[in-house]
């Protein structure tokens, strides 16, 4: 049973490393897309499945005349 409960232990520590890990990861490439989308002079939006905006960068706001405070964030 104690080397039982060492493996556990042992595969519980390398799975939290790997969320860690991931969720860095994942981070990372938000802040990219976001930068990206920011500089983008394109107006760009993303919509739900019922058409509904959902995000828009600073040159759709400005496109439509939208106040940034109510806009969606990115």
Known sequence: IE???AKLEQ???RLEFEIAERTRDLRASEA???AILES???GILT???AG???TM???ATRMFGFSSELTPPL
């Open 11 to 13: 595969h519980s520590e």
């Open 52 to 54: 509904r905006i959902c």
């Open 40 to 42: 983008a002079g394109d």
């Open 47 to 49: 919509v739900d499945a």
């Open 3 to 5: 080397g039982s409960n």
């Open 32 to 34: 990219r897309i976001r």
């Open 57 to 59: 960068n600073g040159a």
